[in-house]
């Protein structure tokens, strides 16, 4: 069964510093694809960056872009020029390409504090 | 705006009470998905449908029940409210399994006492 860590239960970042969120998963497939989500006190989930494991090339947009390390199992977010909006709850989640269910797995999530 | 629409935002049930949670969806998607969030956790799965009359359960099916005689309606049911099902639910959808990627309604908070 597939799995999703997030060690960081909390971060803490100084506003326009940047921050880096881990994640970390286990699968045995080799076609899936990764995200992280935000989610504010509104409590939407909103789409971060997308990540699909046969490109090698890191995700970027705007200021977000991700480490994926394929073979460590291994997709951290990084934010750059971290703004008070970013604060929010971050969640990483992985999604099998091509699986019969194609439903999201997640992490439990990283409280992220921006501090003026 | 196109989206997936949940209703209601916010609900008390009493323990053994029951109620429908809402969830439609406008973008023509094969794939939805209904969630619950607890505190601290992230989502896990309930139940998801990858095309009209077909359902399926996920990781927490216990104590819910869905149905989806449209694309565009999977409304979650809950048949006797215990207070364990206090919860976040979200609903979501895809077209492409990830490739297109998913997009979640606004979530309803639901509180058993």
């Known amino acids: 069964a597939q799995t999703v860590t997030q060690s960081q239960p909390e971060m803490s970042v100084q506003e326009a510093e940047t921050v880096t969120l881990s994640c970390t998963y286990d699968?045995?497939?080799?076609?899936?694809?990764l995200f992280w989500y935000k989610q504010p006190p509104s409590r939407q989930m909103i789409l971060v960056i997308r990540q699909e494991a046969y490109k090698q090339q890191n995700a970027t947009e705007n200021r977000f872009s991700v480490n994926f390390q394929k073979a460590a199992k291994s997709f951290s977010l990084k934010i750059s020029d971290s703004q008070l909006g970013d604060a929010a709850m971050y969640f990483c989640?992985?999604?099998?390409?091509?699986?019969?269910?194609?439903?999201?797995?997640f992490g439990k999530g990283t409280k992220l504090s921006v501090k003026p | 705006n196109a989206g997936v629409t949940q209703t209601p935002k916010f609900r008390i049930l009493k323990i053994g009470q029951s109620m429908t949670l809402q969830c439609t969806q406008d973008?023509?998607?094969?794939?939805m998905y209904w969630y619950r969030q607890d505190p601290g956790m992230g989502l896990k799965l309930i139940y998801y449908?990858?095309?009209?009359?077909?359902?399926d359960k996920g990781e927490v099916p216990n104590g819910y029940n869905v149905s989806r005689s449209t694309t565009e309606d999977f409304p979650l049911r809950l048949e006797l409210a215990a207070p364990s099902q206090t919860s976040v639910y979200f609903c979501a959808s895809t077209q492409g399994q990830g490739l297109y990627g998913y997009t979640f309604g606004s979530g309803t908070r639901l509180t058993v006492v």
């Open positions: 699968t045995s497939e080799s076609d899936y694809y």
């Open positions: 989640a992985f999604a099998n390409y091509g699986g019969s269910q194609g439903n999201l797995i």
């Open positions: 449908s990858v095309g009209a009359g077909i359902t």
């Open positions: 973008m023509n998607h094969n794939y």
